[in-house]
């Protein structure tokens, strides 16, 4: 009403709201509807559903020299440590575009902090499996600018698509 005050305000509110609860029996059950619907992800929390919400897996530079193998359409990741604080990049090959591409490439301070001079950055490619075969793929990290000298790091690995 005008003129009350705050706390009159929202006392009379919580009462009509209070009211409305205890006499309504519809607006009960749905409440206990909502709750519930809120509470039922907290109970699946435990459970396993499948692989439609598990990542995508993640590689390092340990895969160097190895054959990994996934289905066809099948997203992955690889992280490799880079000093880009030092004009350094990781540049790639992939020899077969049609078995394998790069969907995209991200960046992270090593540490967690951007705030920090210096330090490892850390590169995530993001691949994903197009159709059944089989392709090499080749990471450098090198200073662009610099194309005759050799790399610093080298990561080399193969792929096998399969159904």
């Avoid at 109970?43 to 289905?71: E, Q, R």
Wanted: charged share 20%.
């Amino acid at each position: 009403m005008k003129g009350d005050s705050i706390e009159e305000s929202t006392r009379r509110h919580r009462d009509r709201v209070q009211i409305s609860e205890m006499t309504n029996p519809d607006m009960r059950h749905l409440l206990h509807t909502i709750r519930a619907f809120l509470l039922f992800p907290l109970v699946l929390g435990g459970c396993d559903l499948g692989d439609s919400l598990k990542s995508p897996p993640l590689l390092d530079s340990s895969v160097n020299g190895t054959k990994v193998a996934y289905a066809p359409n099948q997203s992955f990741q690889l992280e490799l440590d880079l000093n880009a604080d030092a004009g350094y990049s990781w540049y790639y090959t992939i020899s077969d575009t049609t078995v394998i591409t790069l969907d995209s490439t991200s960046y992270r301070p090593k540490s967690g902090n951007w705030n920090g001079v210096g330090g490892m950055t850390v590169e995530t490619f993001y691949f994903r499996t197009t159709k059944t075969g089989e392709c090499s793929i080749a990471l450098d990290e090198r200073r662009g600018w610099l194309p005759n000298v050799p790399p610093i790091n080298s990561v080399r690995f193969s792929v096998v698509v399969f159904r």
